[in-house]
C-alpha cells in the first residue's frame, strides 16, 4: 500500500536544515493518494506564501521490503499564486539518490525564480514501482489518454496516475454515448515528454 505525508515546517534560514526555534515540525499523512497529499502541500504553501523560510515537499513511505526510494524537484510557474494550476508543462528533475541532492536542485530552481511570485517548487520521495515479482516495471508512456464513464471509478484512474507521477495536461472532455456519459482525460509525464508522445487509449 502506497501512503504519502506532507512534511515541512518553519525553518532559521532559506536552507531549510534546522526548524526555527519554538516551533515543530509538521508531518500530515498519510494519505492514501497522491492527489490528497498535494492539496494538502498545496493548502500550506499558500498559507505560508509570505514566510521565506516555509517549506513543504511530499514525501512516500517505502512499505515494501528493500525498496529503494528516488527524491523529485517538481515545480514551475502557476497560473496565479493559489499554485492550483500550471501556466505550462511542469518541470520534473531527477531521480535524486539522496534528500540532499534533491534539495540542492530544489534551491537553485527556487533562487532562478526568486523574482516569479507564480513560480513554486517542492521535492518528494516516490517509490518505483515494479510487477510485483522483483522485475523492472514497463516503461511508462509520456503521454497517456485515460477514459471511462463518469464514476468514481473514472476518478480513481485519474488519482491513481496523478499518484504514478503523471500531471494533468489540457482540458478534460466529456461526450455521451449512447446514452451515458463517457470522460477523457489527458495525462503526462513531463520528464519524458522532450522524447516526444506516444498515446495509449487502453484507459
Keep these: 500500500m502506497r501512503q504519502f505525508w506532507v512534511v515541512g515546517g518553519v525553518y532559521e534560514s532559506t536552507a531549510f536544515k534546522n526548524l526555527a526555534d519554538g516551533t515543530a515540525e509538521v508531518r500530515e499523512g498519510p494519505f492514501d493518494d497522491y492527489d490528497k497529499a498535494l492539496k494538502v502541500w498545496q493548502r500550506l504553501a499558500w498559507e505560508t506564501v509570505d514566510d521565506a523560510n516555509a517549506h513543504f515537499h511530499i ?5 515494501t521490503a528493500g525498496g529503494k ?37 530544489w534551491q537553485e530552481r527556487a533562487w532562478a525564480t526568486v523574482d516569479d511570485a507564480t513560480a513554486q517548487y517542492r521535492i518528494e520521495s516516490i517509490q518505483p514501482t ?74
Design 69 to 105: 526510494g528516488a527524491f523529485w524537484v517538481i515545480g514551475g510557474s502557476f497560473k496565479d499564486t493559489s499554485f492550483r494550476e500550471w501556466a505550462g508543462v511542469p518541470e520534473r528533475h531527477g531521480p535524486f539518490e539522496t534528500y540532499a541532492e534533491a534539495e540542492a536542485t
Design 130 to 203: 515494479d510487477g510485483g515479482d522483483g522485475s523492472a516495471a514497463p516503461e511508462r508512456l509520456a503521454y497517456r489518454f485515460l477514459t471511462g464513464p463518469d464514476t468514481r471509478e473514472f476518478c480513481e484512474k485519474i488519482s491513481a496516475a496523478l499518484a504514478d507521477g503523471y500531471f494533468l495536461y489540457g482540458d478534460p472532455t466529456m461526450i455521451v454515448q449512447d446514452g451515458k456519459a463517457v470522460c477523457g482525460q489527458a495525462v503526462i509525464l513531463p520528464d519524458q515528454a522532450a522524447k516526444g508522445t506516444k498515446a495509449d487509449t487502453a484507459g
Design 59 to 63: 514525501e512516500e513511505d517505502d512499505m
